[in-house]
Every structure is written in structure tokens, then in C-alpha cells.
């Protein structure tokens, strides 16, 4: 999923927040087309779509707890008919077992989520606070090249950072080059989405703050952090779900390293090299989808929301 | 490094970064008067810019400039590396792909979202049927790779199937098929996981666009004798034009970048190659970081278009 496009940005306020400002309960455009259809087919047309984005994952989840001579003998929807043996086998396995041990690689992927979570966050409040309410000589030029650098890939950054990385900082296969390559890409969106919301604060607000005696660095930590908690986890949330899904940056700076490698980077590997291997792949896929399905189903209200805010970052 | 050593290394990074940029901020506090209001405005400003600088732009241009160089990154071949992404056979089938991913993924993805949207509009499980078609967002696409990888599992015709399409192909007395392995179908059947990855993104977003269309308008319209499909085309449609282009616009984008699902299903072989899966292989398996660097500098210029379209697009609506 880098960088969304600028108008994707502007959907959380535009798009999402007004079907609760204005629920209606009941004809809406849609309904009208929809009985259109006949009612069955409508429905029939619904449950086949339900079915087709259900059933792939849940033929992978139940495989996941098949033994795997069962795996190997029979589909996984015979256990509706022959439920055979359930077992945990497969996630023992796959969490500790010699060749894999997913575990250290989990550890690895929350060690790498944190930082590269909270460091962006932190900078483009600093950045997005400046850029709207201080003053200083060429804010709206700098501005605006911070803006159109969301439409940069970071597939352009990666090869001459990784050298910055290995020649110069002497940071390869560390932590601190995925930590610092999240934040880099993650910067452009997260300063012009904070931005906006910093803009939406009443101006009299932070002048009577000002006038007050509070200093920027005050006004910022103790008025306007607290006042932005919502966009700070909309945000916060869509970058979590990015740096822990990620490939391609994990990949590129700490592909060769398990010590430091992230889940994803594992699984893939696993999917190449042991393609046939489904005991483990099930039980791997599903390990590093606990954490967002969870984050997910917990607060599905800010992560719609922050996932339509960043649209597909990539 | 032991489990503790890394969670320590953690956060040890975590209070050096809190100590440098509040201390920043700090220090930059004690200036007062017009020169202290520069100088605080540099503490806010400057570490991102520095990072966005050093980290993005600065390697942005190295990119650009290597890929009019050659492999080795000592000497210019001129345009040599994007005549030969135009010209030879294999890097050409890439564009071709990509071309075709870029085409399919945002319409079939838009589509389907869209006819759901209308379809459980108001329905008595609306939230629960939503969460059903958004959940794949939330997993990473290596994981929804491995989902669909057993979904195309092969088998022998004869031998007991395992993989859900196979199991159908012999259920109705077909040969099983090699999903992944045939092209140019395969490349199909990758785009199919993209578009069941974004179909939520897409439902989501019309979902809420459709809901907040006025009453007024519908019940103009009806008082004129629109209904069914004609007031899904000339009322429905019209009013969630912004958010369509929005839509097809953004997965347009996603997909043109799309690297997991091809790494993950092919690692691009049998002719499924994309753009951003090729720069990886260029740059990183076969050494030529000419080639890959050009392949990079496409990807960024492609991107520009749809950019363009969407802002040009949104401007006529205003």
C-alpha cells in the first residue's frame, strides 16, 4: 500500500465522516438500485461475494490446525464431513520449531513496528505544527514540496539509501535502517494529513495560549497534542498496519539477516523455499495476521478511517 | 541477540530519539524575540525536512542519474537503459504486465466493491458483511499470497486434491490446472488476489459516499419516474463520481507498485514479472542496478499521469 495520491487524503472528512452526521433510516440511491434487482438474485449476488473474500481464508485458518498427513491426504473441507484430528501441532511448529522458528521473527516485527510507529508520528507533529502556525521565511514553498513528495515511490530511494545505510552510517542490517527508512517514507502523508488537522484548530485558541506566555514548545505538547489524539491514532494505526505488513523496505535492508528479519520477510522466504510445506505456511500465514486482525477488529472505527486516510501507501 | 537484548535495543532508541528532539526543542526555546521564532521554527521543522532531504530526495536524484549508467555504476550509457526496457522481448512482457495490472485491478476491484456496497446498502448485517470484504486489508499481502497459494494448489489430476479450484475442476471432470505456472492466464490469476485485497478499500469508501447522498435529490428524481438501474445510472453514479475517481485512481497506484503478491506467488517467473518486482530482481539478483534504477525511475513517472488525472478529474467536479 508510498504514497497515496493527495485527493485520497481527503476522504476521511469528506466521504467517511458523514454517514453518521446523517443517517437516514430509510431510502437511500442504493436502495432503489439494489431492488431493482430482484431481491433474490440481489442477495444471491451478495453471499456469492461474501463467500469468494471469506473462504480462502478460512480453508487456510482450518488448515492450519489439520494434522499435516491430513493436509497432505485430503482438502481441508472434508473436516465438515470427517473432522479427523484438530492440533496445534502446526503453530508449535511453526513458532519454535529448528528450521523456522517464527518466534524470534514476531519479536523482530514488533521491534521494528514500535519506533517506526511512534518516531513519524512524533516528527510530522513537530513539522505539521510549524508549517501551520509558525512563521518563517519560505514555509509555504517548503510546504508544498513536502506535499508533492507523497507521489515519490520509494522504490526511487531504496538502492542509494541502502548504500547510504552500508557506506556511510554503518547501519546495515540493523534495526535502525528500517526504523529510519519507515519514517522517511512515511513523513510526506503524515505531515500534510496532521497539517490539516492542526489547521482545524481555532486560531484564537493558540493565540490566547500565546498571550498566556505559553512557548511553541508548549502550546504543542500540552494544547495541541491532546487536541489531536484522534488524528494521532487514525495516523498512528494506518502506519502500524504498513510497517507490520511490510516487504519490501524489510526486504531490501535486512533480507539476509534473521537476527533482525520481520515476519513477512520470513513467511515469503518460507513460501519460496518450502512451498509445499503447508503445515507450516498455514500456521505462519496466520501468526503474522494475529496482530492487524486483532488491532483490526478492536478498533475498526480509527482504522477504517486511517486506512482511508493514507489510501495505498507503496 | 536474545529476545530481552533486542526489546533493550528498542527502547534505548526510543528515549535517544525522545532526548535529541525534545532536547532540540528545548534548547531552541531559551531564543526569544524574532530571531528566536526562527530559530524554534527550525527546531520543528528541521528534523523532517533533514530526514525527508538525506533519505528521499537526495537518494531520489542518485536513482535518476544510475540509471542512465551502467551496471557497475561507473559510466553513462545514455538512454541505453530504458531502449533496452522498450525494446527486449522479456523486460517488454513486464510493461505489458504491469500495463495489464494497472487496467484490470482498479476496475474489477471498484466494480465489485461498488455493486456490494448497493447490495447490502441498509441490509440487517451491513457492519458484519463490510468487515467480511474489508478484513484482507488488514493482512499483509504476503499473507493473503500464501491464502490464495493454496487456494491454486496443484495436483495431478488423479491424485486427491487439496487446493479449492482443483478440487472443482475434478469435481466436474476436468483436468486439474497449473494456475500459476500457464501463461499468459497466470498473470490473471495473481491480479484476482490484489483485486480481493482492494474490493474492501473501494466498498468502504463508495459505501459511505452513496449513504451520503441527500434524500432531496432521490426523491426528486423519483418524483420525475427515475427508479432501478436508471437512478443508479443518472443519480447514484453522478454523485459519487469524486469518490469513484478516488478510487480507481489510488488502487491505480497501489497496483502499479505491487511487489509482495508477484515476490510471493512467482517471484515473477514464468513470464508474471511486474515493474516494481522487476526493479527488485534487477537490482538485488541479477547486479544490474542500471536497469533497475531505470525500472524505478518508470514507476515514478507513471505514477505522474494518474496523479494528474485525478486532480484534473476532481477539479471539474468542484
Redesign the interface.
Known amino acids: 500500500m508510498s504514497t497515496s495520491t493527495p485527493q485520497a487524503v481527503a476522504t476521511p472528512d469528506d466521504v467517511v465522516e458523514q454517514p453518521r452526521r446523517q443517517r437516514r433510516p430509510r431510502k437511500s440511491a442504493a436502495g432503489n438500485a439494489a431492488r431493482a434487482v430482484t431481491s433474490p438474485w440481489a442477495s444471491l449476488v451478495a453471499v456469492i461475494i461474501a463467500a469468494l473474500w471469506t473462504v480462502p481464508t478460512l480453508g487456510l485458518l482450518i488448515t492450519s490446525f489439520r494434522r499435516q498427513i491430513d493436509i497432505q491426504r485430503s482438502g481441508w473441507w472434508t473436516v465438515f464431513t470427517d473432522p479427523g484430528e484438530l492440533t496445534l501441532a502446526n503453530y508449535k511448529e511453526a513458532l519454535t520449531g529448528g528450521s523456522t522458528g517464527l518466534g524470534q521473527f514476531f519479536v523482530n516485527t514488533v521491534v521494528i513496528t514500535i519506533p517506526a510507529v511512534l518516531l513519524p508520528l512524533l516528527l510530522a507533529s513537530l513539522a505539521a505544527y510549524a508549517f501551520a502556525w509558525m512563521d518563517f521565511p519560505g514555509r509555504n514553498t517548503l510546504f508544498v514540496a513536502v506535499f508533492a513528495l507523497q507521489i515519490v515511490p520509494l522504490q526511487v530511494a531504496l538502492i542509494p539509501l541502502l548504500d547510504i545505510y552500508v557506506n556511510t552510517l554503518h547501519l546495515a542490517n540493523t534495526y535502525w535502517s528500517v526504523w529510519l527508512s519507515h519514517t522517511i517514507f512515511a513523513l510526506p502523508l503524515a505531515i500534510f494529513l496532521i497539517h490539516n488537522f492542526m489547521k482545524e484548530i481555532p486560531k484564537e485558541l493558540l493565540e490566547a495560549a500565546r498571550v498566556d506566555g505559553a512557548g511553541h514548545v508548549r502550546v504543542f505538547f500540552q494544547l495541541l497534542l491532546p487536541l489531536l489524539t484522534p488524528a494521532l491514532a487514525a495516523f498512528g494505526i494506518f502506519q502500524f498496519l504498513w510497517v507490520w505488513n511490510d516487504l519490501l523496505v524489510s526486504l531490501v535492508f535486512l533480507g539476509g539477516t534473521p537476527d533482525v528479519a520481520p515476519l513477512t520477510v520470513r513467511v515469503a522466504e518460507l513460501s519460496g523455499t518450502r512451498g509445499n510445506a503447508w503445515f507450516l505456511l498455514s500456521a505462519g500465514a496466520f501468526i503474522s495476521m494475529v496482530v492487524p486482525v486483532a488491532v483490526f477488529l478492536a478498533l475498526q472505527r480509527y482504522f477504517v478511517r486511517g486506512l482511508l486516510a493514507g489510501g495505498l501507501k507503496g | ?1 536474545s ?1 530481552t537484548g ?2 533493550v ?2 527502547f534505548v ?2 528515549g535517544l ?2 532526548i535529541v ?1 525534545i532536547g532540540i ?2 534548547i ?2 531559551r531564543f526569544s524575540g524574532r530571531r528566536g ?2 530559530v ?3 527546531s ?2 528541521g ?3 533533514l ?2 532531504a ?7 536524484i ?3 542519474i ?1 540509471s542512465f549508467q551502467n551496471s557497475a555504476g561507473d559510466a553513462s550509457v545514455g538512454l541505453q537503459n530504458y531502449i533496452d526496457i522498450f525494446t527486449k522481448p522479456e523486460l517488454l512482457l513486464v510493461l505489458r504486465n504491469t500495463a495489464v495490472w494497472v487496467v484490470l485491478v482498479p476496475f474489477l476491484a471498484t466494480a ?1 466493491g461498488l ?9 440487517r448485517v451491513e457492519a458484519f ?1 463490510k ?13 493473503a ?7 491454486y ?1 496443484y495436483r495431478p489430476t488423479a491424485r ?5 479450484f482443483n ?1 472443482i475442476l475434478k469435481e466436474l471432470g476436468l483436468d486439474t490446472y497449473q494456475f500459476l505456472l500457464n501463461d499468459p492466464a497466470n498473470t490473471l490469476f495473481l491480479i484476482a488476489i490484489m483485486v ?1 485485497i ?4 473501494a466498498m ?2 463508495l ?7 441527500p ?1 432531496d ?2 426523491e426528486a428524481a ?1 418524483l420525475d419516474g427515475v ?3 436508471k ?2 445510472r443518472w ?2 453514479l453522478p ?1 459519487i463520481r469524486p ?1 469513484v ?2 478510487v480507481l ?3 491505480g ?2 497496483t502499479l ?1 505491487v ?2 503478491i508477484v ?2 506467488m512467482t ?1 515473477g517467473q514464468f513470464n508474471t514479472s511486474v515493474i ?1 518486482n522487476e ?2 530482481n534487477q ?2 539478483r541479477y547486479d544490474q ?1 542500471g536497469l ?2 531505470a ?3 518508470i ?2 513517472v507513471l ?2 499521469p ?2 494528474a488525472y ?2 484534473v478529474q ?1 477539479r471539474k467536479d468542484l
Do not use: C, H
Not at chain 2, 455493486?115 to 441490509?123: E, K
Not at chain 2, 468487515?131 to 499473507?143: C, D, G, R, T
Open positions: 541477540m529476545t533486542k526489546f535495543q528498542m532508541a526510543l530519539f525522545a528532539f526543542l528545548l531552541a526555546a521564532e526562527r524554534q521554527a527550525v520543528f521543522v528534523p523532517a525536512l530526514f525527508l538525506v533519505g528521499l530526495m537526495y537518494p531520489a542518485l536513482t535518476i544510475a465489485i455493486a456490494y456496497a448497493i447490495l447490502i446498502d441498509r441490509a458483511a468487515a467480511l470484504i474489508f478484513l484482507p486489508m488488514a493482512i499483509s499481502m504476503v499473507a499470497s500464501i491464502i490464495w497459494k493454496f487456494m494448489e486427491p486434491q487439496i487446493g479449492v478440487a480481493w482492494q474490493a474492501g478499500f468502504t469508501v459505501s459511505a459516499a452513496i449513504k451520503s447522498i434524500d435529490i432521490i423519483k427508479d432501478g438501474l437512478m443508479f443519480v447514484t454523485s469518490a475517481i478516488v485512481t489510488t488502487i497506484i497501489g507498485k511487489f509482495d515476490r510471493t517471484g516494481a526493479f527488485y537490482s538485488f542496478s533497475g534504477a525500472f524505478a525511475v514507476l515514478f505514477v505522474i494518474i496523479v485525478n486532480v476532481l
